[in-house]
């Protein structure tokens, strides 16, 4: 069902499939029984806190919009949920779970969003571009040209995730919690360098 003006249809939750739509708020919007979303603009609304299953999201931008405690994969058991082509602009992220989830060409820029958690996720050509994301978590995640520029992310946590290449010089790491084999190869500042050499419990001179 291709859809222009989202607004002309009075319960929304109740299609499966949004394409080539547009809603503009500000509104509340229960986005919890969607299963496929493409070539979608989405601005101003507050996402009731849900859990998706499934959902499958293409050409997509979501602006100044509301994720928190936002669960995109309920199903822990199958890591299918994908999300392609996404544009999350300004948007308020805080406690949003990513966790299992397939991300692929995705963008934030300019989202608050402590607490986020990529555990257990793919992260493919992803970016994150002047986010505040502290204490955020990459458990187990496998990044492939992952871009991370000029984003707050102290208290991060980091385990079991290769980060080798990515540069994290521009961003705010100061609190990392992480392994060794984590950090093994990426890129960071002289002074983050230094901060970072007491996790070899090393001392400088």
């Known amino acids: 069902m291709k859809i222009k003006d989202l607004k002309q249809y009075n319960d929304i939750s109740k299609l499966e499939t949004l394409e080539d739509g547009k ?11 969607i299963f496929e979303c493409n070539h979608c603009y989405f601005e101003k609304l507050e996402m009731e806190p849900c859990c998706f299953k499934n ?6 931008v979501f602006k100044n919009c509301d994720f928190s405690n ?22 308020k992220m805080v ?7 397939h991300l692929k060409k995705v963008k934030f820029q ?33 990044c492939k ?4 520029e000029d984003n707050k992310l102290e208290n ?22 992480t392994d060794l084999k984590s950090i093994e190869g990426m890129v960071v500042s002289t002074e983050q360098a230094i901060a970072l050499s007491k996790l070899l419990k090393i001392v400088i001179k």
């Not at 959902?55 to 997509?60: A, M």
């Not at 040209?145 to 991370?148: C, Q």
Request: charged residues 20%.
């Open 156 to 177: 991060m946590e980091v385990l079991h995730t290769d980060l080798k290449g990515v540069d994290m010089s521009t961003n705010q790491i100061d609190g990392l919690k």
């Open 70 to 91: 936002v669960v995109w994969n309920d199903n822990t058991s199958f890591a299918g949920d994908v999300l392609r082509s996404v544009l999350f602009d300004n948007c």
């Open 110 to 142: 300019n989202c608050v969003g402590r607490y986020m958690n990529f555990s257990f996720a793919t992260l493919k050509e992803v970016q994150m571009e002047n986010c505040n994301f502290q204490n955020m978590i990459l458990q187990e995640t496998i």
């Open 145 to 148: 040209k992952l871009t991370i």
């Open 95 to 101: 406690g949003t779970d990513f966790g299992m989830m």
């Open 55 to 60: 959902i499958s999201c293409y050409d997509v």
């Open 23 to 33: 809603l503009i708020g500000p509104s509340l919007f229960d986005f919890s029984q």
